[in-house]
């Protein structure tokens, strides 16, 4: 499937996307409590084709085209699950987080991403739009996502005999969108590798934004990435 090409060149990225989720947000222990519920609201609910246009609206950071898919591709098998089954995790009631995959899909809703990864930097970057639900219910994913990851902010996932230090906290530097709730995962290997995530989430006029940058690269400008992203995806829901 076309979007998850990407995933192949990209499988540690695509971890760290799964360890902090995309239908909510994970969250350091300062964190814990989840940010207030915004107050229900009405707003236009896109249609997966509109939202597919939308996200194909959406440049990556170079310039590029996003590679784009849609609810219906989105919800078939995604790969991810099966990469963070073969992980040991610990706690292991941190596990169910490898179910928060960058491409699951709420359930009812309208769904549309759009990915990059370039080769020279490293980085892969990702978009997803998210409508079709009520306010309450699109915030009630996010606030329930980020209780629930708030108890994991400090994980060790190990296969084959390697193991990972995984830390995600609330960060602030992300603020593009009004609302914008990010956070941070850094993933560091015993030989003292280490890659970073930064993902973002905001909910503008019914529509939930989420954008992500990831890889060896992202420690440099992750955050504006992911702020430019949202900003863009933003600026398109009126």
């Known amino acids: 499937m076309k979007k998850f090409a990407l995933q192949g060149a990209a499988a540690s990225a695509l971890v760290m996307m799964a360890l902090t989720g995309c239908g909510g947000s994970s969250a350091s222990t300062d964190a814990a409590k989840p940010e207030p519920s915004a107050t229900p609201t009405a707003a236009k609910q896109y249609t997966n084709d509109e939202l597919v246009a939308l996200v194909k609206s959406i440049k990556s950071p170079s310039g590029a085209d996003l590679t784009v898919a849609s609810s219906e591709e989105l919800a078939q098998e995604n790969p991810m699950k ?23 899909v ?3 809703s309208t769904t549309a991403a759009g990915a990059d990864l370039n080769a020279a930097s490293g980085v892969m970057t990702m978009v997803t739009l998210t409508s079709g639900l009520d306010v309450k219910k699109l915030q009630e994913s996010v606030d329930a996502s ?3 990851a708030a108890k994991c902010a400090k994980m060790t996932l190990s296969m084959a005999g390697q193991s990972m230090n995984v830390s995600t906290a609330k960060y602030d530097g992300i603020n ?3 609302g914008t709730v990010a956070y941070k995962t850094d993933i560091t290997t015993p030989g003292g590798s280490s890659q970073s995530t930064y993902m973002a989430y905001a909910i503008k006029d019914g529509v939930m934004i989420s954008a992500t940058a990831s890889g060896k690269g992202a420690g440099e400008n992750g955050a504006a990435t992911a702020g430019a992203l949202m900003k863009q995806a933003a600026d398109l829901i009126k």
């Open 176 to 178: 593009t969108v009004p």
């Open 82 to 104: 099966a990469l963070m089954s073969m992980f040991t995790v610990e706690p292991a009631e941190c596990n169910k987080l490898s179910t928060l995959g960058g491409s699951d």
């Open 146 to 148: 980020s209780a629930e």
């Open 106 to 108: 709420l359930a009812g």
